[in-house]
């Protein structure tokens, strides 16, 4: 117990000199966040960025964790999406700089860990857990008893968001050579580890995504098969229509799709609508994306209009602007056909072949005549 107690005392005494010397490099490293005059901006810019990518997880409903949330980078942004943040940090100091960063935020509160569990908070309280880059940085032991935590607070059926560094990869690989004679606090996985550790703690891998050097896992808190086959049936889409150019009419003019949603799950949800307009040369006439909560046995109307003339994209819901809505327009392409497509992105899930076998009822596509 006493080298465990040392060990741990080392952590958050590297920590917090970390976060003494430069917190918003200990936290978020680039050329930009190390200029004192982008620095602010910067690190801020990425938050949001990172912010961006969970909002799909939450439902204004929803109790969440941030395990490492440093000074609340991330917290910040996503603060308003949710009933209650819960920020967990090893680092004094750094818990100290959140309490001024976030501020004014009463949705969010702080709790000091000892590097391994996640004090005060209840059992199967929490519908959200994320952690980004936060476990490479704990030894394997710690980060296993950090796993065993995060099924202990999360909900049946809860999801967590958790990064790992990829040991296969040549990044990861490059990255473990850069440390492996100091020590600086970093540990690697294979995928298949990680498959038989979280396994092990009760939570199982809804899906990967891999980049150059990271995994990027969302889990679940209970049976993979189970969840996706509960949203499955339990999200509907009835009542499609489209009118305009969206029903390939009017090729020159606006256009309309309508829809009601309805879901029978127990719990809330929030789905992220995804939509593009894709040319026949590849590119994309329009791109849009907004974030659908949906409570259980709730029923909600979702309408996409397409405004030729001030080619503008508008996503509703209950003719209400979407939330989180972001729409990008390009410049009209080659002419030729094109393909509208529509997808409805379960909480961690990408577009692609696999969210459509899974979820067929949640994409939606036509062919459209030329449109050049």
Known sequence: ?????????????????????????????????????????????????????LAGFLHPSSRVVDLGCGIGRVIRPLAGLCRE??????????????RSYLDGLPQVRLVHTDGAS???????????????????????????????????VLRPDGLAFLEFQNI????????FQSVVE??????????EELRALLGSVGLEILTCH????????????????????????????????????FAGSDVAGDGALRARLASRLPRPVTLTL????????????????GLLPLDRGQ??????HWDARGRRLAIELDGEPCSGLETTVADVGVPGPSLLQVGLLPPGFAWNQASQESFPQLFYSRELPSVG
């Not at 020590?183 to 294979?190: A, I």
């Not at 029923?299 to 996409?304: D, F, I, N, P, W």
């Open 168 to 175: 296969l990869s040549a990044e990861g690989l490059a990255k």
């Open 85 to 98: 943040i819960i920020g967990v940090d090893i680092s004094t100091t750094m818990l100290d700089k959140a």
């Open 118 to 152: 996640l004090p005060s908070i209840e059992d199967a309280s929490v519908d959200f857990v994320y952690s980004l880059l936060c476990l490479i940085h704990v030894d394997r032991r710690s980060a296993y008893r950090y796993l065993r935590e995060i099924e202990r």
């Open 274 to 289: 995804s939509t593009g307009w894709v040319q026949a040369d590849g590119t994309a006439r329009f791109q849009g994306r």
């Open 299 to 304: 029923e909600r109307q979702l309408g996409l």
């Open 210 to 245: 891999e980049t150059a050097e990271y995994l990027h896992l969302t889990v679940v808190r209970g049976r993979r098969d189970a969840w996706m086959g509960a949203v499955s049936e339990g999200i509907s889409v009835e009542g499609l229509e489209a009118t305009g150019l």
């Open 1 to 53: 117990m006493a080298a465990e107690s040392n060990r741990l005392e080392r952590i958050q005494r590297f920590w917090n000199e970390q976060s003494d010397w430069n917190a918003h490099v200990a936290i978020y490293d680039s050329p930009d966040v190390r200029d004192p005059r982008k620095r602010e901006e910067a690190f801020e810019a990425a938050g949001e960025l990172d912010a961006r990518r």
């Open 182 to 191: 100091g020590d600086y606090p970093l540990e690697l996985y294979t995928l």
